[in-house]
């Protein structure tokens, strides 16, 4: 495994070191808001120590990111395959217009989280927070699952207002048993998740509880609210007239 000291070292240096490594296994210590950190990789395994900056792992592709701290803004912005493992919390825009791969953030992220997550094919994106979401979680959603398990809230869900706003693909899974802190969209309707619906979010759970040290079937045993569009197409009828 290659170190890489990144203390003081300005983002380009950074990320040409990162892409110019021969060995597949990078460590990067000492992270002080580099950004564009794995932009565009594949191929190699990063552990960071520290605060990575914005767009970590943008237009990731098959490589895996595992951070021991928090991270900023936009988190796997429009990544394609691999997966990010956050020992912490995410800011805005965490999993923006996901094409792919995985996200797990042990702690919460901030608003707008999987905006235009899309899908296509076996490409299904996933983004599981352990604690809580920020407003607009799932906005203009087209595909791939958001699974928000509250860890951290207690008598009320583990998300902002807005949920779901456009939404019109994929999956929200929401752990609680509060009412919804707002009205979903017209095309938006929630149930109780079934057996059924629990299997199929049990793989993502899973891989969660073996990051973060925790019990996925302790955490299936919750209540989850799923929020599904309600047609295929909900936008239809703004575009026709008959």
Known sequence: MTEIRAADMPFRQLNQQIHDCPEADIHLTDVMGQRYIGSGLSGKRLWIDGIPGNDLGAYADDCRIEVFGNAQDATGDTMNAGEIIVHGSCGDATGYAMRGGLILVEGNVGYRAGIHMKAYQEQVPVLVVGGEAGSFLGE???????????LSTIGRAPVGRFCAAGMHGGKIFLRTEAELPFDLPGQVSAHRADAA???????????????????ADELLRGVFQVLVPDTANPYKRLYVTN
């Open 197 to 215: 619906e629990l299997e199929e979010i049990r793989p993502f759970v899973e891989k969660y509880a073996l990051a973060f040290g925790r019990n």
């Open 140 to 150: 203009y959603q087209a595909g791939g699952y958001l699974v928000v398990l509250g």
